[in-house]
């Protein structure tokens, strides 16, 4: 079809388009990475509002009278929110992998047909 411009890719018989990847990887990769970024936030928010709820009743029956919101009192915020800072900082990392691992298998595509 003429007129169509440079928004059609021509498919090959191998099921691969001009890149030399398989149809649809390349908007996988975009997905995959705009949802992980997703999940990022999501985690983040999450780890900064929790310890807001340490101004609640039941926090301070437990922890003392100076518990409030980012000062747990006389208690201790413990590993597991440590763990999952670390976790969601990791989790930072992982589009930046993807991108990396897609643009490396188009050089390893396009090598293999030279």
């Given at each position: 079809m003429e007129g169509t411009g440079d928004?059609?890719?021509s498919i090959s018989?191998?099921?691969?388009?001009?890149?030399?990847?398989?149809?649809?990887?390349?908007?996988?990769g975009v997905c995959t990475c705009a949802l992980?970024?997703?999940?990022?936030?999501?985690?983040?928010?999450g780890l900064i509002i929790y310890p807001v709820g340490l101004e609640s009743n039941v926090i301070k029956m437990y922890c003392?009278?100076?518990?409030?919101s980012f000062n747990p009192g006389n208690c201790e915020i413990g590993?597991?929110?440590v763990l999952a800072i670390m976790g969601?900082?990791?989790t930072m990392f992982g589009p930046f992998l993807s991108k990396y691992a897609i643009d490396k298998q188009r050089l390893?595509?396009?090598?293999e047909f030279v």
């Open positions: 928004a059609d890719k018989q191998s099921g691969q388009d001009d890149d030399g990847l398989p149809q649809g990887r390349d908007q996988q992980v970024l997703w999940d990022v936030v999501i985690c983040s928010v003392g009278q100076s518990a409030a590993w597991g929110y969601t900082a990791l390893e595509d396009s090598e």
